[in-house]
């Protein structure tokens, strides 16, 4: 059995040398993207997944997951023949702290130059740095990316996931809902007013949309034609566009067909699925897990996202005005969804 493990290892890490893969994904907040993280985790080996009465190791499919915080290290790192002289810039402004940074269980051996050439990564561009870093220096290299990981036999894609935007703006408010500072006090329809268009602002060129604690999220760039078109031109760029509703498992299984990877033996895949409450299937009793997933599909088919029953009408207008501007972005990315996903799905 031994000598079986040794020579599994052994081809699996031929194989990973034969074939780097890079996967960038832009997690953008409160469409799920925890849901894909934790699976990508899984594949990487980097989470206790298998139940006590299967005590084995799931196959691995990727070496690393880097999460967002040491997304611009690994980038500045591993890529220095495809910085702009903006992106060595803001490396060597990064220097120190990506020197200094300890090494976490997710970062594997990123730090090492020219890694990439032998190993598979998925990388995690989140939050306010990452995301901004990934905006101006990464996105614009997808072309060179592929066509260097095409020359060593690999594949480089992204991906990033769009949400109904009426159920993205109250979940961020649920989230985050504002607080004000002293005596200011932000009601529903002052924090709408200024978190409309999120995901289109998040989807620009510039970093628009942040969060605080005082303001919850908040899109500086306010959200017209000029910010829709920018925002439609740069997701038809990604390789993988999916919707919230149907992460698991339509995005997860084009994500394994654009990756090459093989399929899950059924084992390995009833183990790492994923259940609409982005936890893995096996952590939750069946018959939990089958009633939310009756009450997603039916909030699906009455096209109601969570908590719009309890708004008011005159709430429900505000959202929906809130709302209008991600609508275009959110059926093109609909557009690019299975096709029962796009018909079960408004």
Same mark, same amino acid.
């Given at each position: 059995m031994a000598v079986c493990a040794?020579?599994?290892?052994?081809?699996?890490?031929?194989?990973?040398?034969?074939?780097?893969?890079?996967l960038n994904f832009r997690h953008l907040e409160k469409t799920g993207g925890t849901t894909i993280r934790e699976?990508?985790?899984?594949?990487?080996?980097?989470?206790?997944?298998?139940?006590?009465?299967?005590?084995?190791?799931?196959?691995?499919?990727?070496?690393?997951?880097?999460?967002?915080?040491?997304?611009?290290?690994?980038?500045?790192?591993?890529?220095?023949?495809l910085h702009t002289d903006a992106a060595k810039r803001a490396c060597a402004d990064l220097q120190a702290d990506c020197a200094g940074?300890?090494?976490?269980?997710?970062?594997?051996?990123?730090?090492?130059?020219?890694?990439?050439?032998?190993?598979?990564?998925?990388?995690?561009?989140?939050?306010?740095?990452?995301?901004?870093?990934?905006?101006?220096?990464v996105f614009g290299q997808a072309d060179a990316l592929k066509r260097l990981y095409a020359?060593?036999?690999? #594949?480089? %894609?992204?991906?990033?996931?769009?949400?109904?935007?009426? *159920?993205?703006?109250? =979940?961020?408010?649920?989230?985050?809902?504002?607080?004000?500072?002293?005596?200011?006090?932000?009601t529903f329809a002052d924090w709408l007013a200024s978190a409309g268009g999120a995901q289109t602002g998040m989807l620009g060129s510039r970093a628009c949309v942040g969060v605080t604690r005082e303001r919850g999220m908040r899109n500086a760039c306010g959200c017209g034609a000029a910010q829709q078109a920018e925002a439609a031109t740069r997701l038809a760029r990604y390789d993988i566009v999916g919707v919230t509703r149907c992460l698991a498992p339509d995005v997860l299984r084009e994500l394994e067909v654009r990756l090459r990877w093989a399929p899950d033996p059924p084992a390995d895949a009833r183990v790492r699925a994923m259940g609409p409450d982005g936890r893995p299937l096996h952590m939750k009793l069946e018959k939990l897990y089958e009633a939310a997933?009756?009450?997603?599909? #039916?909030? %699906?088919?009455?096209?109601?996202?969570?908590?719009?029953? *309890?708004?008011?009408a =005159?709430?429900?207008?505000?959202?929906?005005a809130a709302a209008a501007c991600d609508e275009p972005l959110y059926r093109a990315a609909l557009s690019r969804a299975p096709e029962d996903c796009r018909t079960s799905v408004a």
């Open positions: 040794v020579a599994t290892a052994a081809a699996s890490a031929a194989a990973s040398a034969a074939t780097p893969l890079l699976w990508l985790l899984r594949n990487a080996g980097k989470r206790p997944n298998i139940p006590r009465r299967e005590q084995r190791p799931l196959s691995q499919r990727l070496d690393g997951f880097v999460r967002y915080y040491e997304a611009r290290c690994f980038w500045c790192v591993q890529f220095p023949e940074r300890k090494k976490r269980v997710y970062g594997h051996e990123w730090r090492v130059a020219g890694s990439w050439r032998h190993s598979r990564y998925a990388v995690e561009w989140h939050g306010g740095a990452a995301a901004a870093f990934f905006e101006e220096h020359a060593h036999n690999g #594949t480089a %894609a992204s991906l990033v996931v769009l949400r109904e935007p009426r *159920a993205h703006l109250l =979940s961020a408010y649920k989230m985050w809902p504002p607080r004000g500072s002293g005596a200011e006090r932000i997933w009756s009450e997603r599909k #039916t909030r %699906a088919a009455q096209q109601q996202p969570a908590g719009w029953a *309890a708004l008011n =005159s709430d429900q207008a505000r959202v929906a």
